[in-house]
Each structure stands twice: as structure tokens, then as C-alpha cells.
């Protein structure tokens, strides 16, 4: 007989470090909630990203490598919306990535629970206006 193991689903963890992110200490804090392992050889997949980029899974190397590992029935633990890409159009392919994978995802502590195939037009139309809210907060500072 096989080892059964092999088809308990995981919860794996999704760590961004990009600007207007939560930090990196706030976002192992979130997993570690979720009884995720952090360890070195722990199911976290972690990218750190700086500057701008109009290819984002070009830089998110450890996301497309995640994306190869995961599996039907598994659970992805992500610390906040906006660490699930890089901007709203980003997100939404990683999340139709994830529903072609049958993976639930929950975000924000298990605020947000987004079931594998379900719809996702809420969740996209929140990272827009997040995104909107960040640009204002950076155009008023260069303003003061």
C-alpha cells in the first residue's frame, strides 16, 4: 500500500515582500496563526520584490515555483490581499491560477476565504480600490 501522507492536503504559506506590503515580521506572525511551519524546509513560499515591473511572474519566482508544488484540496495561507501579486490584474490571474488548481485560499487571518472555483470579482474589485488608496497616500506625500 501507498504511504497515505501523500495525498493529505497542506497549507502552505505565501509570503510577499514588496512596498505597501506588510512586513515581513507581520506577515510570519500571520502564518504562524495559521499553524504553518516556518521553518527552512517549512511549505512557505516567499518573494521579495523591488521596483516596478509590468511582468510580474517574471519576479515572482518562488510564487511560479509554489504554483508547480500545490495541489488539489490544499489551502494557501496569504497575510493580506495585496500580498497575493503585484497589482489587481496580477492578483487575478493568481487567483484563476489557483482555482484551475482546486486550491482554497484564505487571506487576512481567515477574514477573506475564497473557495477553489468561486467567484473572485469582489476580491479583485478590493486590491483595485487598495491600490487606488495607496496611490492617493504617495501622491499626497509628495504633495506635503
Same mark, same amino acid.
Given at each position: 500500500m501507498?504511504?497515505?501522507?501523500?495525498n493529505?492536503?497542506?497549507?502552505?504559506g505565501?509570503?510577499?515582500?514588496?512596498?505597501?506590503?506588510?512586513?515581513?515580521?507581520k506577515?510570519?506572525?500571520?502564518?504562524s496563526?495559521?499553524?504553518?511551519?516556518?521553518?527552512?524546509y517549512?511549505? @512557505?513560499?516567499?518573494? +521579495?520584490?523591488? $521596483?516596478? #515591473?509590468?511582468?510580474?511572474?517574471?519576479?515572482? %519566482?518562488?510564487?511560479?515555483?509554489? =504554483?508547480?508544488?500545490?495541489?488539489?484540496?490544499?489551502?494557501?495561507?496569504?497575510?493580506?490581499?495585496?500580498c497575493?501579486?503585484?497589482?489587481?490584474?496580477?492578483?487575478?490571474?493568481?487567483?484563476?491560477?489557483?482555482?484551475?488548481?482546486? @486550491?482554497?485560499v484564505? +487571506?487576512?487571518? $481567515?477574514? #477573506?476565504?475564497?473557495?477553489?472555483?468561486?467567484? %473572485?470579482?469582489?476580491?479583485i474589485? =478590493?486590491a483595485?480600490?487598495?491600490?487606488?488608496?495607496q496611490?492617493?497616500?504617495?501622491?499626497?506625500?509628495?504633495?506635503?
Amino acid at each position: 500500500m501507498g504511504d497515505q501522507s501523500e495525498n493529505k492536503p497542506v497549507k502552505w504559506g505565501y509570503i510577499l515582500q514588496a512596498e505597501d506590503r506588510p512586513s515581513l515580521r507581520k506577515q510570519k506572525e500571520s502564518l504562524s496563526c495559521h499553524e504553518i511551519d516556518l521553518s527552512q524546509y517549512g511549505p @512557505v513560499w516567499h518573494d +521579495v520584490f523591488e $521596483g516596478t #515591473t509590468t511582468r510580474p511572474r517574471k519576479h515572482l %519566482t518562488a510564487r511560479e515555483d509554489m =504554483l508547480g508544488a500545490i495541489k488539489q484540496g490544499d489551502t494557501l495561507i496569504v497575510p493580506a490581499l495585496n500580498c497575493l501579486g503585484l497589482s489587481p490584474d496580477d492578483i487575478d490571474w493568481f487567483l484563476s491560477e489557483l482555482a484551475k488548481l482546486r @486550491v482554497d485560499v484564505v +487571506v487576512n487571518g $481567515g477574514s #477573506t476565504r475564497i473557495k477553489a472555483g468561486s467567484d %473572485t470579482s469582489e476580491i479583485i474589485s =478590493l486590491a483595485k480600490k487598495a491600490q487606488r488608496n495607496q496611490h492617493m497616500k504617495r501622491y499626497r506625500k509628495t504633495k506635503s
